[in-house]
């Protein structure tokens, strides 16, 4: 999976996440339009959707929920 994204939100808020703080996912934005490339005979439908997501940044890295556009 590769992906690109856009997290934006009050810069005293960016920098609590940059320091590693617990912040409320709901005071700033963050979504990811990922892409999928398996040859994987189980998961080739991944190869065609379109998919999009949002995400949460821990201090021990982002954790996202990723959802098929139907």
């Known amino acids: 999976m590769t992906y ?3 997290r934006h939100g009050p810069p005293e ?3 609590r996440i940059e320091n590693g703080e ?3 996912p709901a005071s700033y ?3 990811i339009a ?3 490339e398996t040859a ?3 998961y080739d439908w991944l190869n065609r959707i379109v998919a ?3 995400g ?3 201090a021990d890295g982002p954790l996202c929920s990723v959802f098929e556009v139907q």
């Open 22 to 24: 617990q912040v409320d």
């Open 52 to 54: 999009v997501g949002s």
């Open 34 to 36: 990922p892409m999928f």
């Open 4 to 6: 690109k994204g856009v």
């Open 29 to 31: 934005y963050f979504r």
């Open 13 to 15: 808020i960016i920098k």
């Open 40 to 42: 994987s005979p189980k």
């Open 56 to 58: 949460h940044r821990f």
